[in-house]
């Protein structure tokens, strides 16, 4: 174990030593099996072939603290600009701390929200049973450091056959305060059977230069015929580092439809886990991600057809500008009973500069013999007659260039159902766009 | 308005125009005829900027301003405008914030102010139905999809709002049934002014009966071999370009 490594043991079995007992022995032990675990895993490196096109090296230089922060403040006008729709309930995380005096909840019947911490000072054995009952005490290293000293979180519950119309939103501000530190912040969404939500989750910087790694596990479980809208968008500092694992459970005529972009951090990861566990169930994961000077952004898909009658498609797409690197990693796993299953994955890529670079690697993986499946993968160039074309209507190079990157990510903003999301987004797309310069 | 003189241009080496001139002015209809493989796309190209030719020679002026020493863009901003064979997809592009953003640009260039949002929907709508444009086709991505008639609806469409001084067509006759046709020199006609020129690139005569030209050249290996009124392109029709060609050879 490197020393970086053994630091952050030092730290975890402090932060777990530190607590109290209330959270209840279940979720000690978890702790500090994860912590056991940690000591055997280190962090991951380019061995792993999971890890192979992600250096951690930059992440592990900045020397970042684990810290039992407690307190964080905000003041409500500090959130105001970026709000957008209705909510029916919306957790504010400044720094990873669950603010109730900026959060909101409608009260509406069937929809339980609180946050995880509360639940840890509580003892709540109902909530505290579930942390991990998806992802487990942590499959890299830095999963098994979240469950070891995880702080906060938002517990999200929604009774059998409750609809929930409008948005609830996870709002994650990270200020100046958190600079220099990791944060550690896990996420539990259960959806009864019928239930059907929106969930938007949103990651914000409010100082463009603070330096600070957000290091998150997300565990979603949707029951028989329910239904999760899932929009996520992550705009983290142009010099933060942000790990989300996201694990998702989807039983018998479930349906996700979930949409990514990844636009900030200096390094970003997501990770999905999506296992069918009852038949005629839906998975549809798209994404797109920007990645300029400076910035590694990568995605991994592990979507596990275990039963037959599922469906699942997937379709990423990103633009590398400037010595932005990408890395995209999707493996669909078909498995033997999984008869009658339907995968479909895609990724594409426009490169914007010679620096750039992306590794990608779609793979099926498929030991049934009754299925439907296909994978594509493109790394592409602006196209010249394309830019000819819209020059010659008037419209200068950086202009037509901005107008083709926006119709390249179209397909992918226009699955986020809010507006105002949709909105921003492009108007951030563009931004982005308007200070790349090099061809 | 526009004089082409002793244009000479290559790609890759091979020369594919070997001395253009020719002299349009406003109010006047150009059409540049000619067997495949004569320069006719080459030159209209050439005009509107397209990159991969090398000038070698000549010069071409456009309202006395070296034309060929602008950007693309900055010709479409002094009104000259390329019909193409052969319209570009562009996915995800909508139809109408390209038109918009054409028109804004265009405008800028000028020091005019942006069209409103109001005004704009009013003419696109009206230009369209002129075209028979489907509306539907405007809410969608530039030329995506659309059959080879609609996309050369859709240029005349841009044509239309953007309201050039020198209107070029690049064969956009080509692939067009006799109604598109009819539908498409009826939209080009309207356009037709006295402060307004057109070069109509196009293989056959068939669209010379809607759009009458006052003058007709006819290209063959890189140079103009014949200039003449509109009859001139009723005999070609009758007689081939065989026929000139061999002329010229003699």
Same mark, same amino acid.
């Given at each position: 174990?490197?020393?970086?490594?053994?630091?952050?043991?030092?730290?975890?079995?402090?932060?777990?030593?530190?607590?109290?007992?209330?959270?209840?022995?279940?979720?000690?032990?978890?702790r500090?099996a994860?912590?056991?675990?940690?000591?055997?895993?280190?962090?991951?490196?380019?061995?792993?072939?999971?890890?192979?096109?992600?250096?951690?090296?930059g992440?592990?230089?900045?020397?970042?603290?684990?810290?039992?922060?407690?307190?964080?403040?905000?003041?409500?006008?500090?959130?105001?600009?970026?709000?957008g729709?209705p909510?029916?309930?919306?957790?504010?995380?400044v720094?990873g701390?669950?603010?109730?005096?900026?959060?909101v909840?409608?009260?509406?019947?069937?929809?339980?929200?609180?946050?995880l911490h509360?639940a840890?000072?509580?003892?709540?054995?109902?909530?505290l049973?579930?942390v991990?009952?998806?992802?487990?005490?942590?499959?890299?290293?830095f999963?098994?450091?979240?469950?070891?000293?995880?702080?906060?979180?938002?517990?999200?519950?929604?009774?059998?056959?409750?609809?929930?119309?409008?948005?609830?939103?996870?709002?994650?501000?990270?200020?100046?305060?958190?600079?220099?530190?990791?944060?550690?912040?896990?996420?539990?969404?259960?959806?009864?059977?019928?239930?059907?939500?929106?969930?938007?989750?949103?990651?914000?910087?409010?100082?463009?230069?603070s330096?600070?790694?957000?290091?998150?596990?997300?565990?979603?479980?949707?029951?028989?015929?329910?239904?999760?809208?899932h929009?996520?968008?992550?705009?983290?500092?142009?010099?933060?580092?942000?790990?989300?694992?996201?694990?998702l459970?989807i039983?018998?005529?479930?349906?996700?439809?979930?949409?990514?972009?990844?636009?900030?951090?200096?390094?970003?990861?997501?990770?999905f886990?999506?296992?069918f566990?009852?038949?005629?169930?839906?998975?549809?994961?798209?994404?797109?991600?920007?990645?300029?000077?400076?910035?590694?952004?990568?995605?991994?898909?592990?979507?596990?057809?275990?039963?037959?009658?599922?469906?699942?498609?997937?379709?990423f797409?990103?633009?590398?500008?400037?010595?932005?690197?990408a890395?995209f990693?999707?493996?669909?796993?078909?498995?033997?009973?999984?008869q009658?299953?339907?995968a479909h994955?895609?990724?594409?890529?426009?490169?914007?500069?010679?620096?750039?670079?992306?590794?990608?690697k779609?793979?099926?993986?498929?030991?049934?013999?009754?299925?439907?499946?296909?994978?594509g993968?493109?790394?592409?160039?602006?196209?010249?007659?394309?830019?000819?074309?819209?020059?010659?209507?008037?419209?200068?190079?950086?202009?037509?260039?901005r107008?083709?990157?926006?119709?390249?990510?179209?397909?992918?903003?226009?699955?986020?159902?809010?507006e105002?999301?949709?909105?921003?987004?492009?108007?951030?797309?563009?931004?982005?766009?308007?200070?790349?310069?090099?061809? | 308005m526009?004089?082409?003189?002793?244009?000479c241009?290559?790609? #890759? =080496?091979?020369?594919?125009?070997? +001395?253009? $001139? &020719?002299?349009?002015?406003?109010? %006047?209809?150009? @059409?540049?005829? *000619?067997?495949n493989?004569?320069?006719?796309?080459?030159?209209?190209?050439?005009?509107?900027?397209?990159?991969?030719?090398?000038?070698? #020679? =000549?010069?071409?002026?456009?309202? +006395?301003? $070296? &034309?060929?020493?602008?950007?693309? %863009?900055?010709? @479409?901003?002094? *009104?000259?405008?390329l019909?193409?064979?052969y319209?570009?997809?562009?996915?995800?592009?909508?139809?109408?914030?390209?038109?918009?953003?054409s028109?804004?640009a265009?405008?800028k260039?000028?020091?005019e102010?942006?069209?409103?949002?109001?005004s704009f929907?009013?003419?696109?709508?009206?230009?369209a139905?002129?075209?028979?444009?489907?509306?539907?086709?405007?809410?969608?991505?530039?030329?995506?999809?659309?059959?080879?008639?609609?996309?050369?609806?859709?240029?005349?469409?841009q044509?239309?709002?953007?309201?050039?001084?020198?209107?070029?067509?690049d064969?956009?006759?080509?692939g067009?049934?006799?109604?598109a046709?009819?539908?498409i020199?009826?939209?080009?006609?309207?356009?037709?002014?006295?402060?307004?020129?057109?070069?109509?690139?196009?293989?056959?005569?068939?669209?010379?009966?809607?759009?009458?030209?006052?003058?007709?050249?006819?290209?063959?290996?890189?140079?103009?071999?014949?200039?003449?009124?509109?009859?001139?392109?009723?005999?070609l029709?009758?007689?081939?370009?065989?026929?000139?060609?061999?002329g010229?050879?003699?």
């Amino acid at each position: 174990m490197n020393a970086c490594a053994s630091v952050f043991q030092q730290a975890a079995t402090e932060y777990i030593d530190r607590l109290s007992n209330c959270e209840g022995e279940w979720l000690t032990e978890q702790r500090q099996a994860a912590t056991q675990r940690f000591a055997e895993l280190g962090f991951p490196h380019a061995g792993l072939e999971a890890w192979r096109y992600t250096s951690i090296e930059g992440l592990l230089q900045q020397d970042f603290k684990i810290t039992h922060r407690t307190q964080a403040f905000l003041h409500h006008e500090m959130i105001q600009q970026f709000l957008g729709e209705p909510v029916a309930a919306r957790l504010v995380f400044v720094d990873g701390i669950y603010q109730p005096n900026l959060s909101v909840h409608t009260g509406q019947t069937g929809l339980s929200v609180g946050s995880l911490h509360a639940a840890m000072a509580a003892g709540d054995r109902s909530v505290l049973r579930g942390v991990g009952s998806l992802s487990g005490i942590g499959d890299h290293g830095f999963a098994a450091l979240n469950m070891a000293t995880l702080q906060d979180g938002a517990v999200i519950q929604v009774s059998t056959g409750v609809a929930i119309r409008q948005p609830i939103e996870l709002l994650h501000m990270a200020t100046k305060g958190l600079s220099g530190q990791v944060q550690h912040t896990r996420h539990r969404v259960v959806l009864e059977a019928g239930a059907s939500v929106n969930l938007v989750e949103r990651y914000l910087s409010l100082d463009s230069e603070s330096n600070y790694f957000n290091n998150m596990v997300c565990e979603i479980s949707l029951g028989e015929g329910a239904s999760l809208v899932h929009q996520r968008a992550q705009e983290e500092s142009l010099t933060a580092y942000h790990l989300c694992d996201v694990h998702l459970d989807i039983q018998g005529d479930a349906h996700y439809q979930g949409v990514n972009a990844a636009l900030g951090g200096a390094w970003s990861r997501t990770t999905f886990h999506a296992r069918f566990v009852g038949e005629g169930a839906n998975c549809e994961l798209d994404g797109l991600y920007l990645a300029g000077e400076g910035q590694l952004t990568d995605f991994h898909l592990n979507v596990d057809h275990s039963v037959a009658h599922c469906e699942s498609r997937e379709n990423f797409k990103g633009i590398l500008y400037g010595a932005g690197k990408a890395v995209f990693d999707g493996l669909i796993h078909v498995r033997e009973q999984a008869q009658k299953s339907q995968a479909h994955l895609y990724n594409a890529n426009l490169m914007l500069s010679r620096r750039a670079e992306v590794d990608t690697k779609p793979q099926l993986v498929i030991l049934a013999d009754d299925v439907k499946c296909s994978h594509g993968t493109t790394v592409g160039q602006l196209d010249d007659q394309a830019l000819f074309y819209l020059r010659s209507r008037g419209l200068d190079k950086d202009q037509a260039k901005r107008l083709l990157c926006l119709g390249f990510t179209n397909e992918i903003v226009d699955r986020f159902q809010s507006e105002y999301l949709r909105d921003h987004l492009r108007e951030e797309i563009v931004k982005r766009m308007s200070y790349e310069r090099q061809v | 308005m526009l004089s082409i003189k002793n244009l000479c241009a290559s790609v #890759d =080496g091979k020369a594919i125009l070997n +001395g253009i $001139n &020719l002299e349009v002015k406003a109010d %006047e209809v150009h @059409a540049i005829m *000619g067997p495949n493989g004569s320069g006719k796309s080459t030159l209209a190209h050439i005009l509107s900027g397209r990159g991969g030719y090398t000038v070698s #020679d =000549g010069e071409v002026h456009y309202f +006395g301003q $070296n &034309l060929l020493d602008l950007e693309t %863009e900055e010709r @479409a901003h002094k *009104g000259v405008f390329l019909a193409m064979q052969y319209p570009v997809e562009l996915p995800g592009v909508n139809n109408m914030t390209f038109l918009r953003e054409s028109m804004n640009a265009i405008r800028k260039a000028r020091g005019e102010a942006e069209i409103d949002a109001v005004s704009f929907m009013k003419r696109v709508r009206h230009r369209a139905k002129q075209v028979k444009l489907d509306e539907k086709l405007l809410k969608r991505s530039v030329n995506a999809g659309f059959s080879g008639g609609e996309k050369k609806r859709n240029e005349i469409l841009q044509m239309m709002m953007l309201e050039p001084q020198l209107a070029i067509l690049d064969e956009t006759d080509s692939g067009l049934d006799i109604d598109a046709l009819r539908t498409i020199a009826d939209g080009v006609n309207l356009l037709r002014s006295p402060d307004r020129a057109l070069i109509v690139v196009t293989h056959y005569q068939r669209l010379l009966d809607y759009i009458e030209p006052d003058f007709v050249h006819v290209l063959a290996s890189g140079r103009i071999i014949r200039s003449g009124g509109k009859e001139l392109a009723l005999e070609l029709e009758e007689k081939g370009y065989e026929w000139l060609l061999e002329g010229a050879a003699a």
